[in-house]
């Protein structure tokens, strides 16, 4: 009996249960193994444990205000005079024909590379497991400056300058020692500036003292004028010491 055809039949009563076809195999390449090979040795080497190890950028080389601007070139002035390119040749004029050279091409190029000097391989260094090359003369890495025959060696111009600031300075020197001469200026000894300066800071801790024993109210004029007073010989007192610490020769004029 035919499975398509719905006749009446005993058997057909009975619904019968589903089952399942049995599913195909997956298909497998024959090159998985191969692959994860490839990608283990070759992506999984590029990964890092933790954040990637990155110089970090230097302070001193932050971002100035317009240092990524484009610079426009220099205007180029238009000139009528300037001479122009050769005409196109005419239909009628025809190149030179029949010109035959007798040089043997393959005998000299094959000479030149015989007698010719071998190229030296350009010198790098790699920084990187991954092989970043890079070059090597302009890396700081070989010590070219210490070889050179005026490294060490102050430039002219210094030798010059410090010459000219000498100069200057034992002029300047002649004209004060004249200046002095003329004035009838005095230099203070190193004893008479050290007795001054402790006799200033004598005198600044007895104001000083009587500064610290004022009443911590003041609520009347005489206090508050007293104050002001001390105060400004106090610091009077400490300008005179800044003076004299500050400078190590000091002339005085001499009283006649």
């Excluded at 302070?59 to 005409?87: C, N």
Aim: aromatic share 8%; with cysteine.
């Amino acid at each position: 009996m035919d499975p398509t055809c719905f006749s009446e039949s005993v058997y057909n009563l009975i619904p019968k249960e589903w089952k399942e076809p049995p599913q195909h195999p997956r298909y497998t390449s024959v090159f998985k193994t191969a692959v994860k090979e490839d990608m283990r040795k070759f992506k999984t080497a590029m990964k890092t444990m933790g954040p990637p190890k990155v110089e970090v950028p230097s302070p001193k080389d932050f971002l100035k205000k317009r240092s990524k601007e484009k610079t426009l070139p220099l205007k180029k002035i238009f000139d009528r005079k300037e001479p122009k390119k050769p005409p196109v040749p005419l239909r009628t004029d025809h190149p030179v024909m029949g010109i035959q050279s007798e040089k043997n091409f393959i005998n000299t190029n094959a000479a030149d590379v015989i007698m010719g000097v071998a190229k030296k391989p350009k010198p790098i260094y790699v920084d990187k497991r991954t092989g970043d090359k890079h070059d090597l003369q302009t890396s700081g890495l070989l010590p070219k400056y210490i070889n050179k025959k005026d490294y060490g060696v102050i430039p002219e111009y210094i030798c010059k300058r410090n010459e000219e600031v000498k100069k200057a300075q034992e002029e300047y020197d002649n004209y004060i020692q004249e200046n002095l001469r003329k004035a009838a200026m005095k230099r203070l000894s190193d004893e008479e500036r050290e007795a001054i300066l402790q006799g200033l800071k004598k005198n600044w801790e007895e104001v000083h003292k009587e500064f610290q024993s004022l009443s911590v109210f003041i609520d009347s004029m005489p206090k508050r004028m007293r104050k002001q007073k001390l105060e400004e010989e106090m610091k009077q007192l400490e300008h005179d010491i800044g003076v004299i610490e500050k400078h190590k020769i000091i002339y005085i004029a001499n009283k006649q």
